[in-house]
């Protein structure tokens, strides 16, 4: 175990660079990668890495990027890739199918607002466009996580009861490009965490044909093979965090990080880096009095709704921070949660850092002075952040 | 081996213990793609293959799941991704030091048109894949829309009045990159077919092969004269088979007649060309132009030896 002071992008490298490494007994490791900011360091120190039984190409596209990853998983590989924005929307075809086909590829995402007009900045617009594709989704607030995230997510994600693709989300500079401390766990001990990579369906001897045509009930069974294999995820993770600990000596974070949530009359529910600022709202409020808490959805894919339904009951206010919007609808994850609370409360939708807006303590304390003013619940409200 | 038998049927010792393409098939009679898969099965022998193919009309020979026509390992992918999936397991298959020849079976449309970058760049990094376009120059898939394989004069569902522009020059696109093999094939040649898909098998790095391949339900031909419709568009010079190693280095293996005869019935025996009424005064500046750049590139000033034997 070492500790190391790195960018977020970096530690997404380093865990899928070990986590390749560990499948050097197996069938290797091969991916295939494209630049795009603010995900471009983590392609480029993939490349710097030797990975013994290891290749990375260095392709023409991100759909070429996820198309190598395809072929290399579904030759029995681990397989991995980065990207962001853009880059994600242009791969985004064979992302559909490498779900489909069931393959454990891991990506990691630096989150970017989509354009044109360009726009460099965090948004979780890109990611959530996998949302309804059969990827799991993690959403991270800081670089352990992503670390941490990238080597549970091979571990979830070639699981024999999940099998299926995995994303690892990091805000875009704001995570992405901060050095932090990361403990990074010895060779060995991932060799341990990570058992070798099994693709039961690869394509090995029997003459059998991946993505074929299927009639509709085919369709639907598969469909609802993977819709099964994605609920039973989230018992899956707790399994993981499990070995994690026994392995590495410490608990990587839940798939719903509660902060002062037990005992909170008003909630702030959120994802990524807001979610540490929402927390430091909550230290500040407490100190006044306040009975406020957070609520950060690490997991996205499959939801965790056991969890926020268990935080939400009895919660009279929430306040739901999108850093998205769905045009013609709102913040997505409100869209998402707003069921799981207790029917009479107030679960007010806030799409807030959106494009890249710095979210900071101050404006979270206005939203919290808003949702305790309504009387009901009203639309969504974009708030600009200067 | 004269004309290669459909199907499986006309199964012999030499072949594949299982064809490639299995019998009960849904390909149109007289599909080119058939006689292809036919002619690699026999050149395969046993050999470890796999085979990666694009969205295209042989996608949808492997049949209904679970059960699939084509009996290779086999992986379907998204249009434009031949060639990058084809890289993903050629790569996993070097690491492993397996002896695994990768085949990407793309339509012209997945070569020339949607899958062009990533061929391109799949070419550039020399990965080891053999690249087979079975080139029936239409979309058949989707019922027969123009693609830039599309020759000049003939109707297609989106080129009702027979395409205007002049096919697009995939060879020399492929040649430019400088890979290792680089070939057109003839259906009608079986001999100069097999021993370049047995080359083309066994060379490492990236291999193309350009296969004019008839297709009765978009050309408005009758199945049976599918294997005459290949020969007649090598006689007369309207399908140059050829081979370029190391895109340099070039070899005229069929020299064509150039003659009306063979031209003009190529194109009478195909519905395509009726509506735009095409005329040999109109294609033949093309045929020319081809064949005196093939020429100067083969380094020959005389015609090359007819019908060279091959092997
Ligand atoms: C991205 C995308 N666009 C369009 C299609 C529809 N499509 C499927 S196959 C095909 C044409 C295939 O043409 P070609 O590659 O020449 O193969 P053929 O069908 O002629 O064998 C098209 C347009 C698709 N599958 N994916
Ligand atoms: S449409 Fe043409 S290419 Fe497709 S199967 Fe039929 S004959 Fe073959
Ligand atoms: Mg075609």
């Given at each position: 175990?070492?500790?190391?002071?790195?960018?977020?992008?970096?530690?997404?490298?380093?865990?899928?660079?070990?986590?390749?490494?560990?499948?050097?007994?197996?069938?290797?490791?091969?991916?295939?990668?494209?630049?795009?900011?603010?995900?471009?360091?983590?392609?480029?120190?993939?490349?710097?890495?030797?990975?013994?039984?290891?290749?990375?190409?260095?392709?023409?596209?991100?759909?070429?990027?996820?198309?190598?990853?395809?072929?290399?998983?579904?030759?029995?590989?681990?397989?991995?890739?980065?990207?962001?924005?853009?880059?994600?929307?242009?791969?985004?075809?064979?992302?559909?199918?490498?779900?489909?086909?069931?393959?454990?590829?891991?990506?990691?995402?630096?989150?970017?607002?989509?354009?044109?007009?360009?726009?460099?900045?965090?948004?979780?617009?890109?990611?959530?466009?996998?949302?309804?594709?059969?990827?799991?989704?993690?959403?991270?607030?800081?670089?352990?996580?992503?670390?941490?995230?990238?080597?549970?997510?091979?571990?979830?994600?070639?699981?024999?009861?999940?099998?299926?693709?995995?994303?690892?989300?990091?805000?875009?500079?704001?995570?992405?490009?901060?050095?932090?401390?990361?403990?990074?766990?010895?060779?060995?001990?991932?060799?341990?965490?990570?058992?070798?990579?099994?693709?039961?369906?690869?394509?090995?001897?029997?003459?059998?044909?991946?993505?074929?045509?299927?009639?509709?009930?085919?369709?639907?069974?598969?469909?609802?093979?993977?819709?099964?294999?994605?609920?039973?995820?989230?018992?899956?993770?707790?399994?993981?965090?499990?070995?994690?600990?026994?392995?590495?000596?410490?608990?990587?974070?839940?798939?719903?990080?509660?902060?002062?949530?037990?005992?909170?009359?008003?909630?702030?529910?959120?994802?990524?880096?807001?979610?540490?600022?929402?927390?430091?709202?909550?230290?500040?409020?407490?100190?006044?009095?306040?009975?406020?808490?957070?609520?950060?959805?690490?997991?996205?894919?499959?939801?965790?709704?056991?969890?926020?339904?268990?935080?939400?009951?009895?919660?009279?206010?929430?306040?739901?921070?999108?850093?998205?919007?769905?045009?013609?609808?709102?913040?997505?994850?409100?869209?998402?949660?707003?069921?799981?609370?207790?029917?009479?409360?107030?679960?007010?939708?806030?799409?807030?850092?959106?494009?890249?807006?710095?979210?900071?303590?101050?404006?979270?304390?206005?939203?919290?002075?808003?949702?305790?003013?309504?009387?009901?619940?009203?639309?969504?409200?974009?708030?600009?952040?200067? | 081996?004269?004309?290669?038998?459909?199907?499986?049927?006309?199964?012999?010792?030499?072949?594949?213990?299982?064809?490639?393409?299995?019998?009960?098939?849904?390909?149109?009679?007289?599909?080119?793609?058939?006689?292809?898969?036919?002619?690699?099965?026999?050149?395969?022998?046993?050999?470890?293959?796999?085979?990666?193919?694009?969205?295209?009309?042989?996608?949808?020979?492997?049949?209904?799941?679970?059960?699939?026509?084509?009996?290779?390992?086999?992986?379907?992918?998204?249009?434009?991704?031949?060639?990058?999936?084809?890289?993903?397991?050629?790569?996993?298959?070097?690491?492993?030091?397996?002896?695994?020849?990768?085949?990407?079976?793309?339509?012209?449309?997945?070569?020339?048109?949607?899958?062009?970058?990533?061929?391109?760049?799949?070419?550039?990094?020399?990965?080891?894949?053999?690249?087979?376009?079975?080139?029936?120059e239409i979309?058949?898939?989707?019922?027969g829309q123009r693609?830039?394989?599309t020759p000049t004069g003939a109707s297609t569902t989106t080129t009702l009045g027979g395409k205007s522009e002049v096919k697009?020059?995939?060879?020399?696109?492929?040649?430019?990159?400088?890979?290792?093999?680089?070939?057109?094939?003839?259906?009608?040649?079986?001999?100069?077919?097999?021993?370049?898909?047995?080359?083309?098998?066994?060379?490492?790095?990236?291999?193309?092969?350009?296969?004019?391949?008839?297709?009765?339900?978009g050309w408005k031909?009758?199945?049976?004269?599918?294997?005459?419709?290949?020969?007649?568009?090598?006689?007369?010079?309207?399908?140059?088979?050829?081979?370029?190693?190391?895109?340099?280095?070039?070899?005229?293996?069929?020299?064509?007649?150039?003659?009306?005869?063979?031209?003009?019935?190529?194109l009478?025996?195909q519905r395509r060309f009726r509506k735009s009424g095409v005329t040999?005064?109109a294609i033949?500046?093309n045929?020319?132009?081809?064949?005196?750049?093939?020429?100067?590139?083969?380094?020959?000033?005389?015609?090359?030896?007819?019908?060279?034997?091959?092997?």
């Amino acid at each position: 175990m070492s500790v190391e002071l790195i960018s977020a992008n970096h530690a997404a490298a380093l865990g899928a660079t070990l986590a390749g490494r560990a499948n050097r007994t197996a069938r290797g490791f091969c991916s295939g990668v494209y630049p795009i900011t603010p995900t471009t360091e983590c392609m480029e120190y993939l490349c710097g890495q030797e990975i013994e039984k290891g290749k990375v190409v260095r392709v023409d596209s991100e759909h070429s990027a996820m198309g190598v990853c395809i072929g290399a998983s579904s030759a029995g590989a681990r397989s991995f890739t980065a990207t962001s924005s853009n880059g994600l929307a242009y791969m985004l075809e064979n992302c559909v199918a490498a779900a489909s086909y069931r393959l454990p590829i891991v990506m990691a995402v630096s989150n970017r607002t989509l354009g044109p007009p360009w726009n460099i900045w965090a948004d979780h617009g890109d990611s959530l466009l996998l949302r309804d594709l059969g990827w799991l989704q993690f959403y991270c607030a800081d670089n352990q996580e992503v670390f941490d995230t990238v080597l549970c997510a091979f571990k979830l994600a070639e699981d024999p009861r999940v099998l299926m693709p995995a994303i690892s989300c990091m805000d875009g500079f704001i995570l992405s490009h901060t050095m932090a401390q990361v403990e990074i766990p010895g060779q060995k001990l991932v060799d341990r965490f990570l058992p070798t990579t099994k693709v039961p369906h690869r394509l090995n001897k029997s003459a059998h044909t991946l993505g074929q045509l299927e009639i509709p009930q085919q369709a639907v069974a598969h469909r609802t093979q993977h819709h099964q294999a994605m609920l039973a995820a989230v018992q899956v993770y707790a399994e993981i965090q499990d070995s994690f600990e026994e392995i590495f000596g410490r608990r990587v974070a839940d798939p719903v990080v509660a902060y002062h949530a037990d005992d909170a009359d008003t909630l702030i529910v959120s994802m990524g880096t807001i979610g540490t600022t929402a927390e430091r709202v909550v230290d500040q409020l407490r100190e006044q009095g306040q009975r406020v808490g957070s609520i950060r959805v690490r997991m996205f894919r499959p939801m965790p709704e056991n969890d926020l339904r268990k935080y939400f009951a009895g919660t009279k206010r929430i306040a739901v921070l999108d850093r998205n919007i769905s045009l013609g609808y709102g913040g997505v994850l409100w869209g998402e949660i707003r069921g799981f609370s207790d029917p009479d409360a107030i679960v007010q939708g806030y799409m807030v850092g959106v494009a890249g807006g710095d979210v900071r303590r101050e404006h979270i304390i206005n939203l919290l002075t808003d949702l305790q003013q309504c009387k009901t619940e009203s639309a969504p409200k974009i708030v600009e952040v200067a | 081996m004269n004309e290669p038998a459909l199907h499986g049927m006309a199964q012999t010792k030499k072949d594949r213990s299982a064809p490639v393409l299995r019998p009960g098939n849904t390909n149109c009679g007289g599909c080119g793609m058939s006689n292809l898969l036919q002619m690699l099965s026999r050149a395969a022998e046993d050999s470890d293959i796999k085979i990666v193919i694009p969205a295209c009309c042989a996608a949808i020979t492997t049949g209904v799941f679970p059960e699939s026509s084509i009996s290779v390992p086999t992986i379907l992918t998204t249009f434009a991704a031949g060639a990058s999936v084809a890289t993903g397991v050629a790569s996993v298959a070097q690491l492993n030091n397996e002896e695994t020849r990768v085949i990407c079976l793309a339509g012209d449309g997945g070569t020339y048109d949607i899958g062009m970058g990533t061929l391109s760049a799949a070419a550039e990094r020399n990965e080891d894949i053999l690249y087979i376009c079975y080139d029936n120059e239409i979309y058949g898939n989707t019922g027969g829309q123009r693609s830039s394989a599309t020759p000049t004069g003939a109707s297609t569902t989106t080129t009702l009045g027979g395409k205007s522009e002049v096919k697009k020059d995939i060879m020399g696109i492929m040649a430019a990159h400088h890979i290792p093999y680089a070939a057109s094939i003839s259906l009608a040649h079986a001999d100069d077919t097999l021993r370049k898909l047995r080359f083309a098998l066994n060379v490492k790095g990236f291999r193309f092969l350009h296969v004019l391949a008839p297709c009765p339900t978009g050309w408005k031909s009758e199945p049976a004269v599918s294997i005459e419709l290949v020969r007649l568009a090598v006689r007369s010079g309207l399908f140059p088979i050829f081979e370029v190693f190391d895109g340099d280095h070039y070899t005229i293996n069929i020299e064509p007649d150039f003659s009306s005869e063979a031209l003009l019935m190529y194109l009478s025996l195909q519905r395509r060309f009726r509506k735009s009424g095409v005329t040999e005064e109109a294609i033949r500046p093309n045929i020319e132009r081809y064949w005196h750049q093939l020429r100067a590139m083969s380094g020959r000033i005389m015609p090359a030896i007819r019908n060279i034997k091959a092997d």
